[in-house]
Nanobody
């Protein structure tokens, strides 16, 4: 069974940067896409970005395009999210998860599994 664990969250001032990591371990790790999602207090979990594990194809939400960059290091089974120009609206718990369904809607959390426990990102104004 693949386990995902996020790290790199923390408290940062508006305009600052953080780099999140998601390490996969155990089982056979062969995702179609790896994604980042976030959930702010009182809100539903939302799509942030996803990357094709073999293809490198990237999809991002409009709210983070130009500020966040998703990347992966296949040899280390690690997913990253570089977050620049962070704003208070980015405050949320950030989760990584894997998609193994070729042809599915890769922006939908319903098509992801093996969710990590999340890492808290707090942006102060």
């Amino acid at each position: 069974q693949v386990q995902l664990v996020e790290s790199g969250g923390g408290l940062v001032q508006a305009g600052g940067s953080l780099r999140l990591s998601c390490l996969a371990s155990g089982g056979t790790f062969s995702p179609y896409f790896m994604g980042w999602f976030r959930q702010a207090p009182g809100k539903e979990r939302e799509f942030v970005a996803t990357i094709g594990w073999k293809s490198g194809t990237i999809y991002e939400s409009d709210s983070v395009r130009g500020r966040f960059t998703i990347s992966r290091e296949n040899a280390k089974n690690t997913l990253y999210l570089q977050m620049n120009d962070l704003q208070p609206d980015d405050t949320a718990v950030y989760y990584c998860a894997m998609n193994r369904q070729v042809g599915s809607n890769i922006r939908s959390q319903k098509n992801y599994e093996n969710w990590g426990p999340g890492t808290q990102v707090t942006v102060s104004s």
